[in-house]
């Protein structure tokens, strides 16, 4: 089989990994592959780079987990996802950073997407919107053994997923300082609704895989309040490491398929 065309990857290259981890920031990759082979021994390799497409190829007890970035938002995570699947990837995990909305979850801690709401577009070219982005039980069921494993204060539920980071999250600090009516007021009523997060990537995880037969999830490191509330340094390495550590404890069971 010849590389697929946006990751520049080949069957060959990741000597068949079926569990990919997935940053959406390039940077991360040797970070979380590096964090892997701390934990389970071994080395890492980067393995390919192109456009916002990074991938890390790392040993786990003797299996091959990638490392794959999708970049931001959902049709360049789509495109991982899709060409993974055809290099035969079955179980896919996003690994990034969100914003809180419900008052009582802290910076650091960590989300575990059960479902989420769906307001992305990528996804409704994989299912019609009726369709539910819901995670794999099991992929969900090793993510909170890994936050517990890592010490991790982790929050499980639905998260919100927006196409943008301005208007979909209600933000007011963009250029346009301006939030169109169907979105005002967006946040309150998802806190009502008892949606934890905002985020970018996961309702296209989780439908795709759904849809296509695989197994997906999502861990997230909370950096800052959804919608309002800037991010600090501190507060994006605190998230970030949080969300790392969850998913790398986690790996064991991915890469056991229990």
């Known amino acids: 089989m010849p590389k697929v065309y946006h990751l520049d990857l080949d069957k060959k290259l990741i000597k068949g990994a079926k569990v990919a981890l997935l940053p959406g920031d390039p940077a991360r990759c ?18 390919a780079s192109k456009r916002e497409f990074t991938t890390c190829l790392a040993d786990v007890s003797g299996s091959k987990v990638l490392v794959t970035s999708t970049g931001i938002g959902g049709p360049s995570t789509s495109i991982a996802i899709d060409e993974l699947a055809q290099l035969g990837v079955t179980t896919f995990v996003r690994v990034g950073t969100t914003g809180a909305i419900q008052d009582y979850i802290k910076n650091g801690d960590c989300v575990i997407t059960t479902g989420s709401v769906r307001l992305d577009g990528a996804s409704t070219h994989y299912a019609p919107i009726e369709y539910p982005a819901v995670a794999d039980f099991n992929v969900v069921k090793a993510l909170i053994e890994g936050a517990r494993k890592a010490g991790i204060a982790f929050h499980t539920g639905v998260t919100a997923s927006s196409d943008t980071f301005y208007p979909g999250e209600e933000r007011k600090d963009s250029f346009m300082q301006y939030v169109l009516r169907r979105f005002r007021g967006a946040t309150a009523e998802l806190k009502a609704l008892h949606v934890l997060n905002y985020e970018m990537e996961s309702s296209t995880v989780l439908t795709l895989t759904a849809s296509m037969g695989l197994k997906g999830g999502c861990v997230t490191g909370v950096v800052n309040k959804g919608s309002t509330g800037k991010i600090t340094p501190e507060a994006l390495k605190k998230g970030e490491q949080s969300a790392i550590r969850t998913a790398v404890n986690a790996l064991k069971l991915l890469t056991s398929g229990r």
């Open 30 to 47: 040797e970070k979380i592959a590096g964090a892997i082979s701390k934990e389970y021994g071994g080395n890492f390799k980067k393995i």
